[in-house]
Each structure stands twice: as C-alpha cells, then as structure tokens.
C-alpha cells in the first residue's frame, strides 16, 4: 500500500507557503477519517458506486491526500469491497466492530473506537464520503483554524437564502408563523446575508474533545464556510444524475498526470492471436485506441507500452508499435512492477504523476500505486479491486480511447482549477 509522506506547509506557485511557521512547529497527528459502512439503506453499497467513473469514496480520498495535511488518511468500515477500494485509493483501513456497525450506531461512536485503536492521533478529521466536490483547499483552510487559531474543533457549514416557517401538525388548529423573517418586510435575496447550515462536508475535533464530550463540535469552536457548489449531499438514487453533474462541473479532479504506461496485451489490444498462412502472428488495434494515445502525446503526456514474455507480440511487432506510436515499447516481464518503478524514479516523479492501464493480476500493485489507473470491462476481478477506473468498454475496443479521455478530462480540470486558484490569490 503507497503512504504518502505528509507535506505541512504546502507551497503556493508564487513560492509563499500556505500557512505560518507555526504550522511547522504542530506536532500532533492529524488523521482523516472517512465513515463507509457496507449497510447503506437508501443507496446499496453507495460508498463505492461509480461517480462520473470513479467509485464515491474515490473523491473525497483523493481531496484528503492531496491537501497533503495529515500524517495518515484512513476509512472506517465493516465490508470487504470497500475495503479494498480504500486501499486502492491509498487510504489505511480501520476495521470496525460489530459494535458500531449498526443501524443505529453514530458517527462519534465510531470515531471513538477509531481512536482508541489508535493512540498516536491527535486531531481527526472526519469526512462525509458523500462530499464529492471537496477540494484539498478546504481542508487546508479549515485546518489552519486548529494549527495557528488554536480551535478545538471546526465544521464546514453552508449559506443559504431562505425562508424559514414553523411547522403545525394538520387538524391542530395552530397556524404557521415565521421564523426567520417579517413578511411585510420581506428582504430581497442582495440586501440578506442569508443563514449558515451545516453541509456534512467534514467535522474535525481533537481526541481529548471527542472522547471526554461525545461530540465532534465543542469547546472552543468555528466553522468553514463552504462555496454552495461544493456542498453536495447523496441520500437516494435520484440524487446521483444531480451529483454527477455537479462533481463534474464543480469536483477536485486531481493534480493531473505526466506519463501513462499502458499494457499492449489486452488493453491495447483484445488478447487475440492470428495466425497468417505464412506462418507469421498477427494482432489487430483499433482505430479510437490509436487516436487516443496520439491525444495523449499532444498534450504533452509521456505513454509506455508494456510487453512481457506472455504477451502475444514478438520484438518485431513491439519495433512496429514503438514506430507506429511514437512511443516506448518497454518489456517489463511477468511483474511490471520493478521496471515501472525504476521509470518513475528515474524521472523523479511520484506515482500520482502515473496513469496505469493493465489487465491482470499482475497489474494489481500497479493499478493501486497510479494516481489513475484503470481496467478494460472484461478484466478479471481482481484487476478491477485495484484500479481506480473500470472502462465501459472491453479490451481492444475503445477501452484505452475511454481512460485516454479520462486523463485528459483531469488534466483540463486541473488547468482550470489552478487559473482559478491564481485568480483567488490576486484578488484576495
């Protein structure tokens, strides 16, 4: 399982670092957790069903390590599916008991087993795995509320502009009344502040807080005031289309990825061999797969094709791939894993810089490590365990052109969030 070296004081572009000294000197270990019980009731499984192709837990994972804010990211649950997404992602797994695996078990209760399992944490963050347009940038807001403010505990909350009114039971005689405004001076929507809610995004609180007063908000407290876009909530199966559309306009897609390494035989290819009269073997390819590793090169994305002994390409085959493509064709054995390492060393990357295409059980630690990594349709279960993305397609018919347009999809969110980060700092 890749651990990712927590970075305190993360450094903007322009060179200033996000945060104090002070943050230097905070000790404490500060956790993420994520609550992903198997027992979904309205939503089967939700934790990791597919969002805009990633699994729900898959987002907010991404978001917590990237703020590169804690010392380890964790999620809490009690099934075996969403604990091999969680490892897949990066994330460490806390294997709750029977006792705060039920229905009416509370979140806190949970966090409280968490802790007393794990003495070395300090400070935890709990994250709503339904969050899925949080961005490490507010994380990295919010923490700094405990490290340099010195609060006990902070939870994100939302604005909004409506109209409150109290309710009465039908058949009661009592009439309705507001809460929240005088109806003859009613405000617009310009000239009223609105309200604060909470939006669930997150809740973060100190060990001795949450264990001595059951309680994750306490003592000395503040609140994170999220943009409405951000804050997004799935309860039930008509909530998905929303949230989709949403995460895609609004959701943290990731810091974007310099090279991909793809495996020839049945990703690039459908695993087939044909035999010609004379003797030769043939491989076919098809066209949107092609197209799309040249729409990778055009963006400036390094590919890797990986062959191996079992694959059905001889040497001759792989020259004509490296001059067809345009690219490495590199042989990488029975395990890709050593050979993809020492590339990525080499080019002094990090595995969230590597996107990874493979197709079998000996692709699994590499599907886990890649910061993107993804699988044809017809790959075999364990493959699919541990990649991030499972295709529509099947192997050698559209499944790389379908990650291709993934990678690029990331890469152009991340262009746009890091113009937007550039706009926020020159006007606040």
Same mark, same amino acid.
């Given at each position: 399982?890749?651990?990712?070296?927590?970075?305190?004081?993360?450094?903007?572009?322009? %060179?200033?670092?996000?945060?104090?000294?002070s943050r230097k000197a905070d000790r404490r270990h500060?956790?993420?957790?994520?609550?992903?019980?198997? %027992?979904? !009731?309205?939503?089967?499984?939700?934790?990791?069903?597919?969002?805009?192709?990633?699994?729900?837990?898959?987002?907010?994972?991404?978001?917590?390590?990237?703020?590169?804010?804690?010392?380890?990211?964790?999620?809490?649950?009690?099934?075996? +599916?969403? +604990?091999?997404?969680?490892?897949?992602?990066?994330? *460490?797994?806390?294997?709750?008991?029977?006792?705060?695996?039920?229905?009416?078990?509370?979140?806190?209760?949970?966090?409280?087993?968490? /802790?007393?399992?794990?003495?070395?944490?300090?400070?935890?963050?709990?994250?709503?795995?339904?969050?899925?347009?949080?961005?490490?940038?507010?994380? #990295?807001?919010?923490?700094? *509320?405990?490290?340099?403010?010195?609060?006990?505990?902070?939870?994100?909350?939302?604005?909004?502009?409506?109209?409150?009114?109290?309710?009465?039971?039908?058949?009661? =005689?009592?009439?309705?009344?507001?809460?929240?405004?005088?109806?003859?001076?009613?405000?617009?929507?310009?000239?009223?502040?609105?309200?604060?809610?909470?939006?669930?995004?997150?809740?973060?609180?100190?060990?001795?807080?949450? /264990?001595?007063?059951?309680?994750?908000?306490?003592?000395?407290?503040?609140?994170?005031?999220?943009?409405?876009?951000?804050?997004?909530?799935? &309860?039930?199966?008509?909530?998905?289309?929303?949230?989709?559309?949403?995460?895609?306009?609004? %959701?943290?897609?990731?810091?974007?990825?310099?090279?991909?390494?793809?495996?020839?035989?049945?990703?690039?290819?459908?695993?087939?061999?044909?035999?010609?009269?004379?003797? +030769?073997?043939?491989?076919?390819?098809?066209?949107?797969?092609?197209?799309?590793?040249?729409? /990778?090169?055009? $963006?400036?994305i390094e590919v890797v094709l990986l062959t191996s002994?079992?694959?059905?390409?001889? #040497?001759?085959?792989?020259?004509?791939?490296?001059?067809?493509?345009?690219?490495?064709?590199?042989?990488? =054995?029975?395990?890709?894993?050593?050979?993809?390492?020492?590339?990525?060393? #080499? !080019?002094? /990357?990090?595995?969230?810089?590597?996107?990874?295409?493979?197709?079998?059980?000996?692709?699994?630690?590499?599907?886990?490590?890649?910061?993107?990594?993804?699988?044809?349709?017809?790959?075999?279960? &364990?493959?699919?365990?541990?990649? !991030?993305?499972?295709?529509?397609?099947?192997?050698?018919?559209?499944?790389?052109?379908?990650?291709?347009?993934?990678?690029?999809?990331? *890469? $152009?969110?991340? !262009?746009?969030?890091?113009?937007?980060?550039?706009?926020?700092?020159?006007?606040?």
């Amino acid at each position: 399982m890749y651990a990712r070296k927590r970075v305190r004081v993360p450094q903007e572009e322009n %060179g200033q670092q996000d945060g104090s000294s002070s943050r230097k000197a905070d000790r404490r270990h500060f956790a993420a957790l994520v609550l992903a019980r198997g %027992g979904s !009731k309205g939503i089967p499984l939700k934790n990791i069903k597919m969002l805009a192709g990633v699994p729900l837990l898959g987002w907010v994972l991404r978001a917590a390590i990237d703020s590169e804010m804690f010392d380890s990211v964790w999620v809490s649950t009690d099934h075996d +599916e969403i +604990e091999k997404v969680a490892k897949s992602w990066g994330a *460490k797994v806390h294997r709750r008991s029977p006792e705060v695996s039920k229905d009416s078990s509370s979140s806190v209760e949970t966090i409280q087993e968490f /802790l007393r399992n794990n003495t070395e944490v300090e400070v935890v963050c709990h994250i709503q795995c339904t969050s899925t347009c949080l961005h490490p940038s507010h994380l #990295q807001k919010a923490l700094k *509320k405990i490290i340099e403010d010195g609060y006990d505990s902070v939870f994100s909350v939302v604005r909004r502009h409506q109209f409150r009114w109290k309710e009465v039971k039908e058949g009661s =005689g009592e009439l309705t009344k507001p809460i929240n405004l005088v109806p003859a001076k009613r405000p617009r929507r310009q000239d009223w502040y609105g309200e604060l809610y909470e939006n669930g995004s997150f809740y973060i609180g100190t060990r001795d807080l949450i /264990l001595k007063e059951n309680s994750t908000q306490g003592r000395k407290v503040a609140y994170f005031e999220m943009e409405p876009e951000h804050s997004v909530d799935i &309860d039930v199966d008509i909530d998905w289309p929303v949230a989709e559309e949403r995460v895609l306009r609004y %959701g943290y897609f990731g810091r974007g990825v310099s090279i991909m390494f793809c495996r020839v035989s049945r990703c690039l290819t459908n695993g087939r061999v044909f035999l010609s009269v004379s003797g +030769e073997d043939m491989v076919s390819f098809h066209t949107r797969d092609t197209a799309g590793l040249r729409m /990778l090169q055009n $963006e400036g994305i390094e590919v890797v094709l990986l062959t191996s002994n079992e694959d059905p390409v001889t #040497q001759s085959l792989a020259d004509k791939l490296k001059t067809m493509m345009g690219c490495e064709v590199m042989d990488v =054995g029975d395990e890709p894993l050593k050979c993809v390492q020492a590339v990525v060393e #080499q !080019k002094r /990357l990090d595995w969230k810089d590597v996107a990874y295409m493979g197709n079998d059980i000996a692709d699994a630690t590499c599907l886990n490590l890649a910061g993107l990594s993804a699988v044809p349709a017809d790959a075999p279960k &364990d493959a699919t365990s541990a990649a !991030k993305y499972t295709c529509r397609q099947v192997a050698g018919m559209g499944a790389l052109r379908e990650f291709v347009e993934q990678v690029l999809l990331q *890469k $152009e969110k991340t !262009k746009t969030q890091m113009k937007q980060d550039r706009i926020d700092r020159n006007n606040f």
